[in-house]
T-cell receptor
Framework: AAGVIQSPRHLIKEKRETATLKCYPI?????VYWYQQGPGQDPQFLIS???????DKGSIPDRFSAQQFSDYHSELNMSSLELGDSALYFC??????????FGPGTRLTVT | TQLLEQSPQFLSIQEGENLTVYCNSS?????LQWYRQEPGEGPVLLVT?????EVKKLKRLTFQFGDARKDSSLHITAAQPGDTGLYLC???????????FGTGTRLKVLA
């Protein structure tokens, strides 16, 4: 069965640079969620989209923005990167309110 | 303030033992999900519970949603080394697209 695809899997950036993470949801899933997970921490909800519209917002810094495109893939744009942004970034997709299927994550390292 | 508290945080047991992990909150959840996460990978959905008092079984795993929909438990019977991982509960308070994760329970099953 098709799963959530995230790219890139690993990304190394320097402070103050910009990064773009991509997420391709499971086919026919209309909802995408973004999470940030620091070392030894639980995933923190950043933002979600339903049918290409932002549906909810969590602890997403103003330096980050995201959108969902007409083909339902989503991109998380991160600017002015800081050392504290180093984390695993997960995308999850859903075809119903009561389930989420997570991608393998993008490991972002800011140096 | 963490809305979802899990206990215990860490658990190390011998193969064949039983264990229970708890997920507690003062908030009422529309639904609650349990995930298992391996290091460096995305959380994998195990089950979703929606109705107060609901009990679901998945092989050796039994999940229960509290009558008031504020808490949940995961019971593993005859644990195996393959059960080792991080167990996370996640709840949705309003039926919207925003999930809060619990603090996590790190389980290690020794052969």
């Amino acid at each position: 069965a098709a799963g959530v695809i995230q790219s890139p899997r690993h990304l190394i950036k320097e402070k103050r640079e910009t990064a773009t993470l991509k997420c391709y949801p499971i086919p026919r899933h209309d909802t995408v969620y973004w999470y940030q997970q620091g070392p030894g921490q639980d995933p923190q909800f950043l933002i979600s989209f339903y049918e290409k519209m932002q549906s909810d917002k969590g602890s997403i810094p103003d330096r980050f923005s995201a959108q969902q495109f007409s083909d339902y893939h989503s991109e998380l744009n991160m600017s002015s990167l800081e050392l504290g942004d180093s984390a695993l970034y997960f995308c999850a997709s859903s075809g119903s309110v009561y389930e989420q299927y997570f991608g393998p994550g993008t490991r972002l390292t800011v140096t | 303030t963490q809305l979802l508290e899990q206990s215990p945080q860490f658990l190390s047991i011998q193969e064949g033992e039983n264990l229970t992990v708890y997920c507690n909150s003062s908030s009422v959840f529309s639904s609650l999900q349990w995930y298992r996460q391996e290091p460096g990978e995305g959380p994998v959905l195990l089950v979703t519970v929606v109705t107060g008092g609901e009990v679901k079984k998945l092989k050796r795993l039994t999940f229960q949603f509290g009558d008031a929909r504020k808490d949940s438990s995961l019971h593993i019977t005859a644990a195996q080394p393959g059960d080792t991982g991080l167990y996370l509960c996640a709840g949705d308070t309003s039926g919207t697209y925003k999930y809060i994760f619990g603090t996590g329970t790190r389980l290690k099953v020794l052969a």
